[in-house]
Structure formats: C-alpha cells, structure tokens
C-alpha cells in the first residue's frame, strides 16, 4: 500500500516569496492533515480536512498561509509572504475516518522549508 | 483541549541497558494514546498505540507502553536499547469520537544511545 507523498521535499526561499506544498493521502483516507515542526519541537496542528471541508484550522496563521482540498484527495499547503519563523518541516498526515485502525495518523517525510 | 508534556528532553543511555521516557498527558476529554519514533530526516513513523483494552500495549522494535489513567500518563519502555534506536520519540494523543481530533504531541524526547 502506498504511503503518503509529499513534495517538494527541500525548498530555500527568501523571506516574503511564496511556496507551496503538495500532499496525497493514502488511497480511500478522508481525513488529511498539516502539521508544522519547528527544529527541536514536537509537530503542531495547522489544519484537518474531512473530505473537502475544513474541521479544524484554529492554528492556521490565515494572514500567510492557506491550504485547500479541493476534490476530497489531495491538498496545497500555501505560504504567502513567507516569514524567517516559517523555516520547518511540513507534514502531511492521512487517516480513516472509521474502520479497525481508528485513531492511527499516517504520516508523510515531510517538505523542509528554509526561509533565508 | 490536549497538551502532552515529555518530561525529559534528552535521555543518555548506555547500550543493552533498559529505557524509560516518560509522558503525561491533559485532557478533559477521552482520548487515544500514541508513541512515534522519527528517524534523522524523515518522517514520523508509529510505534505503538493504545484504544482501548489492556493497558500494557506492544510495539514494534521491542518497545511497550503501560496506560495509567489515575496518573494521565503513558511511559514508553525498552528493556535492551541498540544503537539503531537512537531518535526522535514523541508522545501524542487524539480525541476519541471524531470531528477535530488531530493529534496532540509533546516536545519529544531525544534518546542517545551510547557503545
């Protein structure tokens, strides 16, 4: 079964450019979410979809940044104008809504974003 | 709301000697309890978890984790570490039921390995 894809996995940009980040769930996951992982720190909650509808985006700095799920299947993670402070690894995780692994996330390797 | 507290930021320990990092976590809630390893550049792997039934929970690797309600934690242990355990290992817990329910983590525990 394959897991979840991310890219780009490396990206350097310089502050107040954009970038855009790319996840696909594992096939039949309705479920999707974005973590952030600041070095040294443990991942936090940027958002969850369910399907095509936001659940949850209480952490989600809505001034830079945006995610989307257009179609139920895969999603853009979007910063624009980036800062220093968004220098992490972004992770992108999938789950079953319901079934005998309720509970467990998938995780992505994750985009590494430098922001010079 | 969750928060999960990892009491030891880094834990040194010799090899073939057994391990114990610690978590506690805070919820008013009924959750779910996970542990996932991450190795250096990738991505978060699981190890174990607990839903439901018995508190005494195996992983993969050889590790196991012991639920205690009364004390909201649940430790990870190892009783023989290797070197290829040395890692990132972080706590987290989700809320049971659905809706928002990502995952709560703490800050993680580095376990160093030394020969």
């Known amino acids: 079964e394959a897991g979840v894809a991310q890219s780009p996995r490396y990206k350097i940009i310089e502050k107040r450019q954009s970038v855009a980040f790319w996840c696909n769930p594992i096939s039949g996951h309705a479920t999707l979410y974005w973590y952030q992982q600041i070095l040294g720190q443990g991942p936090k909650l940027l958002i969850q979809?369910?399907?095509?509808?936001?659940?949850?985006d209480s952490q989600l700095p809505k001034d830079r940044f945006s995610a989307e799920r257009l179609k139920g299947v895969d999603s853009t993670l979007k910063i624009q104008p980036a800062k220093l402070e968004d220098s992490a690894v972004y992770l992108c995780?999938?789950?079953?809504?319901?079934?005998?692994?309720?509970?467990?996330?998938?995780f992505g390797e994750g985009s590494r974003l430098t922001v010079l | 709301a969750q928060s999960v507290t990892q009491l030891d930021s880094q834990v040194p320990v010799f090899e073939e000697a057994p391990v114990e990092l610690r978590c506690n976590y805070s919820?008013?809630?009924?959750?779910?309890l996970f542990w996932y390893v991450q190795y250096p550049n990738q991505g978060l792997q699981l190890l174990l978890k607990?839903?439901?039934?018995?508190?005494l929970v195996k992983g993969i690797n050889g590790f196991e984790a012991e639920f205690n309600k009364s004390q909201t934690s649940f430790h990870l242990r190892k009783p023989s570490v290797h070197i290829s355990d040395t890692a990132e290992y972080f706590c987290a817990v989700r809320k049971r039921g659905g809706g928002a329910d990502g995952l709560t983590f703490g800050k993680g525990t580095h376990l160093i390995i030394q020969p």
């Open positions: 979809f369910q399907n095509n509808g936001v659940v949850d």
């Open positions: 607990y839903l439901s039934g018995s508190t």
């Open positions: 919820s008013s809630v009924s959750v779910y």
């Open positions: 995780a999938s789950s079953l809504a319901e079934g005998p692994n309720t509970g467990e996330l998938f």
